[in-house]
């Protein structure tokens, strides 16, 4: 089968395989289509991150490099293994990608998205999404429900990123929420807050198309940072702030930006990963008893379909729309060039593009 295998920074190679061994709690889906994920693009810019180190191997999974990429994925399952349960051949699936150990402090709290083993399909794993086919645990696999297209199953993963910080926020109905970068994180949240129940949604996004789809997906007000000073307008708008805001970039001026633009005693969520000094003061938080609060994924291990199914529910039911999002559709021969060299560069349009194999 053909697989797209990263052997480190700038290379990604797309090469003829075995398919990987099915084994007993596992299942073979031919793969239907993957999203290149915000991820993907830093391993292939500056990894190993989340894929294993050159010459070592994966604590949990034991795979080292070159690994299959893609985590964000769905299609039809074609193989079962002889102790899997709750899946057949011909199911239409997606997957939650995150394997744990389940023997660390965190497994043993329950908070198993915060394992120290983790690994994750796709990214530390024997297999991938950007392939004709992947293996993955029975466990982990998520029914799509009749009449929600299969494609649209490689948007539950990134979809369930914004329900998990949502819930993570403590957002009430009714509350009014800022969103800091519509990307496909950024979006996801638009999505997952108006369907929570938000009275209003801002969004600050220096790109005009994706000004447009979030827009397009609940967003009341778009703003250009670039051009408009989108916290003043906010906080105008608010009588001093949001209730709620979300911050998925992972840079310091839309992380400052959604600390100021949030009332006193508000709540910021920080979804965007980064290593990036942020430039954040104490009294920023302290004297206006603001509380900013981490949002790492998802559910996974015992409740990896948890969120999943609520976002296949909302995808059932039209809440959530992945169409406006999906910007792209390519081959796995192009992933390189159509895919990961489009989304990185800084004047692209896209939001997600979809990998078909």
Same mark, same amino acid.
């Given at each position: 089968?053909?697989?797209?295998?990263?052997?480190?920074?700038?290379?990604?190679?797309?090469?003829?395989?075995?398919?990987?061994?099915?084994?007993?709690?596992?299942?073979?889906? =031919?793969?239907?289509? @993957?999203?290149? @994920?915000?991820?993907?693009?830093?391993?292939?810019?500056?990894?190993?991150?989340?894929? &294993?180190?050159?010459?070592?191997?994966? &604590?949990?999974?034991?795979? #080292?490099?070159?690994?299959?990429?893609?985590?964000?994925?769905?299609?039809?399952?074609?193989?079962?293994?002889?102790?899997?349960?709750?899946?057949?051949?011909?199911?239409?699936?997606?997957?939650?990608?995150?394997?744990?150990?389940?023997?660390?402090?965190? @497994?043993?709290?329950?908070?198993?998205?915060?394992?120290?083993?983790?690994? !994750?399909?796709?990214?530390?794993?024997?297999?991938?999404?950007?392939?004709?086919?992947?293996?993955?645990?029975?466990? !982990?696999?998520?029914?799509?429900?009749?009449?929600?297209?299969?494609?649209?199953?490689?948007?539950?993963?990134?979809?369930?990123?914004?329900?998990?910080?949502?819930?993570?926020?403590?957002?009430?109905?009714?509350?009014?929420?800022?969103?800091?970068?519509?990307?496909?994180? *950024?979006? #996801?949240?638009?999505?997952?807050?108006?369907?929570? *129940?938000?009275?209003?949604?801002?969004?600050?996004?220096?790109?005009?198309?994706?000004?447009?789809?979030?827009?397009?997906?609940?967003?009341?007000?778009?703003?250009?940072?670039?051009?408009?000073?989108?916290?003043? =307008?906010?906080?105008?708008?608010?009588?001093?702030?949001?209730?709620?805001?979300?911050?998925?970039?992972?840079?310091?001026?839309?992380?400052?930006?959604?600390?100021?633009?949030?009332?006193?005693?508000?709540?910021?969520?920080?979804?965007?990963?980064?290593?990036?000094?942020?430039?954040?003061? &104490? !009294?920023?938080?302290?004297?206006?008893?603001?509380?900013?609060?981490?949002? !790492?994924?998802?559910?996974?291990?015992?409740?990896?379909?948890?969120?999943?199914?609520?976002?296949? #529910?909302?995808?059932? #039911?039209?809440?959530?729309?992945?169409? &406006?999002?999906?910007?792209?559709?390519?081959?796995?021969?192009?992933?390189?060039?159509?895919?990961?060299?489009?989304?990185?560069?800084?004047?692209?349009?896209?939001?997600?593009?979809?990998?078909?194999?």
């Amino acid at each position: 089968m053909r697989v797209a295998n990263y052997y480190g920074p700038g290379d990604v190679r797309v090469e003829s395989v075995s398919e990987p061994d099915l084994g007993p709690d596992e299942v073979r889906i =031919e793969i239907a289509a @993957c999203g290149i @994920c915000g991820t993907d693009l830093h391993e292939y810019e500056e990894g190993p991150d989340l894929t &294993p180190e050159e010459d070592t191997s994966h &604590p949990l999974t034991g795979v #080292s490099l070159p690994v299959p990429l893609g985590h964000e994925f769905s299609g039809t399952v074609t193989a079962v293994g002889d102790e899997a349960e709750g899946v057949a051949v011909g199911d239409e699936v997606t997957a939650n990608p995150a394997m744990v150990c389940g023997d660390c402090r965190y @497994c043993a709290e329950g908070r198993h998205n915060l394992c120290e083993s983790v690994a !994750n399909t796709g990214l530390s794993a024997k297999s991938g999404g950007f392939a004709e086919s992947a293996v993955v645990p029975a466990d !982990n696999v998520v029914q799509l429900p009749d009449g929600v297209p299969v494609e649209y199953g490689a948007l539950v993963e990134p979809f369930s990123v914004g329900v998990h910080a949502t819930r993570r926020s403590g957002m009430q109905t009714g509350d009014s929420v800022a969103v800091f970068g519509a990307g496909p994180i *950024g979006i #996801s949240i638009v999505q997952a807050a108006t369907a929570a *129940g938000a009275k209003e949604v801002f969004v600050s996004e220096p790109r005009a198309k994706r000004r447009e789809i979030a827009e397009e997906v609940g967003a009341r007000t778009t703003l250009d940072p670039t051009t408009t000073e989108a916290v003043d =307008e906010i906080t105008d708008a608010t009588d001093g702030g949001v209730d709620v805001a979300f911050e998925a970039v992972g840079i310091e001026p839309t992380f400052k930006a959604a600390i100021e633009a949030t009332k006193r005693g508000g709540q910021i969520t920080a979804v965007g990963i980064s290593d990036d000094d942020v430039g954040l003061t &104490p !009294n920023e938080l302290v004297v206006v008893e603001r509380t900013i609060t981490g949002s !790492n994924g998802y559910l996974s291990g015992p409740l990896a379909d948890r969120e999943f199914e609520m976002v296949t #529910s909302f995808l059932e #039911s039209g809440e959530f729309d992945p169409e &406006p999002m999906i910007t792209a559709r390519i081959s796995l021969e192009d992933i390189v060039e159509e895919g990961f060299e489009k989304l990185l560069d800084p004047e692209s349009e896209h939001v997600k593009i979809l990998v078909e194999p």
